[in-house]
């Protein structure tokens, strides 16, 4: 069964920057689009960012464009978000998902698998 694990979260302040991963496990990686969705307190959970199997191609959330960037490495089975300059509206649980979705999405429902989450607490 296929399970996605996340890890990197954690506090910072405004204008630091975090790298999260998420690695797939019982799987075969490279048959998933990747995406970040984030649920921030009191709001619904939104896309963040996406990339395809191959790492070519790639969408964002606008408001975080040019301050993620979404990668993967298939030899390790695990996508990354590098997030810099980030600010308090970051704030959010985190989420992985895995699609086989071509070219990768944006929409919950498109989603095979979730991690389970980690937590980007940034304030002052």
């Known amino acids: 069964q296929v399970q996605l694990v996340e890890a990197g979260g954690g506090s910072v302040q405004p204008g630091d920057s975090l790298r999260l991963s998420c690695t797939l496990h019982?799987?075969?990686?490279?048959?998933?689009?990747m995406d970040w969705f984030r649920q921030g307190p009191g709001k619904e959970r939104e896309f963040v960012a996406a990339?395809?199997?191959?790492?070519?191609?790639?969408r964002y959330l606008e408001s975080v464009k040019g301050r993620f960037t979404i990668s993967r490495d298939n030899a390790e089975n695990t996508v990354y978000l590098q997030m810099s300059n980030l600010m308090p509206d970051d704030t959010a649980v985190y989420y992985c998902?895995?699609?086989?979705?071509?070219?990768?999405?944006?929409?919950?429902?498109?989603?095979?698998?979730w991690g389970k989450g980690t937590l980007v607490t940034v304030s002052s």
């Open positions: 998902a895995a699609s086989r979705m071509v070219p990768p999405q944006s929409h919950e429902s498109y989603m095979a698998y």
């Open positions: 019982g799987g075969s990686f490279r048959t998933y689009s």
């Open positions: 990339i395809n199997w191959s790492g070519t191609e790639s």
